[in-house]
C-alpha cells in the first residue's frame, strides 16, 4: 500500500518558475526521502529530511516537512528545462527488528517548457 | 547509476519460462532492494536484502524469489514467469547500519513476459 502520495500527479510551468510539489503520508516515520527519475532511468536521490526536522535546502531545492499534517513539500526554484522529470517522495518507516522500509509515491510528473 | 548494474537490461520472454534478474554492486553496502515500477503504481519493493544469505519479503513478493550469496550480487528469480510481471524492475542499495538512509538506483531491466 502506498505511504506518500504526491500531488499534483502532473505540473507543467515555464522556465524560470518555480515548482511545487506536495507529499502526504499516512504514519510515523524516521525520515522522508525526495526522489527524481529522468525518463528511461533509475531514481536519484535528491534529499533527505529526518523527522525532527522542518526545513532543508540544497542548491535550488528546498524541502519542508510537517509531521503534525504528514506531509512535506518540494519547491524547486528558477527551474530549467533540465529539471524535467518525475519526482517521487519516500518515507522510511521502522519496519521492526530495528530494520526499515521505505515506501514510494506515485510520483509527480514536472514538465518544465523552455 | 554509478557503482550498481543490473542485467540483462532488456528481456522478453515467454509464459511460463524461469527468468533471474542480476543486480551487482561494488559499493560494498549492506542492504539490496529489488523494486517493480509500473504505470500508476510507483515503485513497489519486492524483496530486500539486509546481508549474505539474510533476505525478505517486500509489499508484492508472491512470484518472486531472491538469493544474496555474496555482498555485491542480489539476484532476484521470477520462477514462472507470467504476463502480470512485465514490468521495470530496479535494483537498490543502501549504506548503513539499519536501511534508513539513502538509497542507490540501478539502470532498470525492462522485462516484457508474452
Known amino acids: 500500500s502506498q505511504q506518500g502520495e504526491e500531488d499534483p500527479q502532473a505540473l507543467s510551468i515555464q522556465e524560470g518558475e518555480n515548482a511545487t510539489m506536495n507529499c502526504s503520508y499516512k504514519?510515523?516515520?524516521?525520515?522522508l526521502q525526495w526522489y527524481r527519475q529522468n525518463s528511461g532511468r533509475g531514481l536519484v536521490h535528491l534529499i533527505l529530511i529526518r523527522s525532527n526536522e522542518r526545513e532543508k535546502h540544497s542548491g535550488r531545492l528546498r524541502v519542508t516537512l510537517d509531521t503534525s499534517k504528514k506531509s512535506s513539500s518540494l519547491l524547486i526554484t528558477a527551474s530549467r528545462a533540465a529539471d524535467t522529470a518525475s519526482y517521487f517522495c519516500?518515507?522510511?518507516?521502522?519496519?521492526?527488528?530495528?530494520?526499515?522500509?521505505?515506501?514510494f509515491g506515485k510520483g509527480t510528473k514536472l514538465s518544465v517548457i523552455p | 547509476d554509478a557503482g550498481i548494474t543490473q542485467s540483462p537490461r532488456h528481456k522478453v520472454t515467454e509464459t511460463g519460462t524461469p527468468v533471474t534478474l542480476r543486480c551487482h554492486q561494488t559499493?560494498?553496502?549492506?542492504?539490496m532492494y529489488w523494486y517493480r515500477q509500473d504505470p500508476g503504481h510507483g515503485l513497489r519493493l519486492i524483496h530486500y536484502?539486509?546481508?549474505?544469505?539474510?533476505?525478505d519479503k517486500g509489499e508484492v513478493s508472491d512470484g518472486y524469489s531472491v538469493s544474496r550469496s555474496k555482498t555485491e550480487d542480489f539476484l532476484l528469480t521470477l520462477e514462472s514467469a507470467t504476463s502480470s510481471q512485465t514490468s521495470v524492475y530496479f535494483c537498490?542499495?543502501?549504506?548503513?547500519?539499519?536501511?534508513?538512509?539513502?538509497?542507490?538506483f540501478g539502470p532498470g531491466t525492462r522485462l516484457t513476459v508474452l
Open positions: 519516500a518515507t522510511v518507516t521502522n519496519s521492526g527488528a530495528g530494520s526499515y522500509q521505505l515506501t
Open positions: 536484502s539486509y546481508g549474505v544469505k539474510d533476505t
Open positions: 537498490a542499495i543502501s549504506g548503513g547500519l539499519a536501511g534508513a538512509n539513502e538509497q542507490f
Open positions: 559499493e560494498n553496502h549492506r542492504y
Open positions: 504514519t510515523s516515520i524516521n525520515n
